[in-house]
């Protein structure tokens, strides 16, 4: 990026346009500007990643559609720059498109994670990513049993994220229903859920052939990752930056006040079920990568980094969004180099910025205590 | 005068304890008003239901003249809520933000405009907190706080401001102040509702008294409240001195 705050004052349209685009967050410091470069460059990234799934998507494109070749062509440059880059950096792993597959999932799932967790977290639903995560690996097992039962040719995750979705729906319901403590409904949804999945599978294993990697689903793993699957997070990181874009202030607003937000006359319960919708499915999203025990990790972790450092809401949601596609490339490079775990590898180095964050800010007194 | 607020035979219930009982009262337009009542009294249930925040088991409110399932001019009101100043404490969240929060009832799903900015920089003008706008809202004390509030409720170009005791855990010197510029904004037409512990400053400053203790002991205007005997009457006889729950 050549804007800096020199540049700035000098050259009026562009940088008017683009402060007015991005309402009161009004860069002044090298550091803000420094933020929005990454976030410039995460897009970028983003956009290249669904650019690259969709490629891989149009090659299987009916023939009458015509851009099947086409795509076809593409990709296969695209396949021969990876070979390249692997030739260049002595890897083994730009050359597969199942390597990108993964890699892909991975970058918009850093992106989407942080952005719906930065509201769950500072709406103390922190522990819903969990729960809903639980859901997600009923949902697994549910699909994995309609589809030995129907033979149904489609996504096991396509049933995950209806049975996620309708989990996270009916967690609400009772959570408004039930006359105790908050995080009672959650515990009982998330092992109640776990509990289902695990008698599916079992009860499904007498009488159908699962070939399905059960453990790629608990720990998360690069070779689960389905061209369908990369599709559909292609398809719902979109649609999930879209809904936030265009719900952010609402967001904020129920998040930081609810009630005054309700005398507002917001629909706060409607944003409600939209916020732990859109946690549903980035869930079931990451769990490919992630696992079902650790994706609540990069809801929580990356905000809780920001939250330390940040000065405002707008740039805790720039600095979790960074802090979150740093730790999957990093923790994806580093599974990738030895042969371990892309979930743990990036959890870990997740709560590696987190202390990094906390040494840095050196107010992690006056972020916990109440007044 | 029209009614911004009024509220007929209400009753409201939590579970089996009766909290408020056949309350009736109207609230007129540039009223300042002080809601009073002892702790548990149905104070803050009162308020919850004229604002809509709770539904009555039994009776009608309006609001601006509309039944109040109706109304939908949210940003007609700025309400700040009891123990606010815990917000934000660990939100990461600016002074400006806050205040912004006032024109989004305004705008809707579009983005802010320019005027909107101007708004939010008068309201920040007029509560003196324009040199705090970019810090971070646990960084400020009470009375600081307290102002953010009310600079959110002015950007909202609210016609009503609800108060549930604003000022629990702010100084005397900031508390004063805090007042004084209600009684400005006051003057300059906006109808106010506030709840409040401390009846010596109350009395000084509102124009009006509902006092309540479930039932209505006394409405109107702070003069007669003072000479009438609804105080000690809704606060028991045997209560000289008025509770307060924190020190």
Redesign the interface.
Known sequence: MSLDTTNADRVGGPVANLT??L??FRPQRRREWVELGGIALTAILGVAMIGFILLDWLRFAPEWAVIGPYADLLFGQFIVAGMWMDHYLGTNVFSHPFMWRAIATGVLIGIVAPLVGTYLV?RQMALIGETLAHTAFAGVAVGLLFIALTGWTGSLLFVALIVSALGAVGLQWLTDRTNTYGDVPIAIVLSGSFAVGTLLISWGRDFTSLAIDIEGFLFGSLAIVTAEGAQLVAVLSVVVVALVA??Y??L??I???E??A?????EVDRYNTLLIVMTAVVVVGAMQILGVILVAAMLVIPVAT??QV???????LYLSILVGQLSVLGGLAFAIGASLPPGGSIVVIAIGFYLLSIALSGRSG?????? | MKSVVTVEDVSFAYGEKVAIEDISLSIEAGDFLGLIGPNGSGKTTLLHIM???KRPDFGSITLFGEPIDE?????R?G???QR?T?????????V???V??GR??H?G?S??G?DD?EI?DEALETVEITDLA?R?I??LSGGQRQRTFIA?ALA?EADLL?LDEPTV?VDAESRERFYGMLDDLNREGITIILIEHDIDILTKHVDKVACINRELYHHGDTVSFLESEALSEAYGAAHGVIEHDHP
């Open positions: 007015a685009w309402g009161w500072h265009l719900n202030k609402q904020l607003f998040t930081f006040d009630q005054a309700r005398v507002a006359r917001l920001a939250s940040a000065e405002s809401f707008r740039e805790t006056t972020s916990i205590s109440m007044h | 604002l809509g925040l109304f939908d001019d949210g940003e009101i309400y700040v809520s606010s815990d917000r934000g404490s660990t939100m990461p969240v600016t400006r933000e806050v912004t929060m989004f009832a705008v799903r983005p802010l320019t900015h939010v970019d971070r646990n960084q959110r909202s609800a855990g």
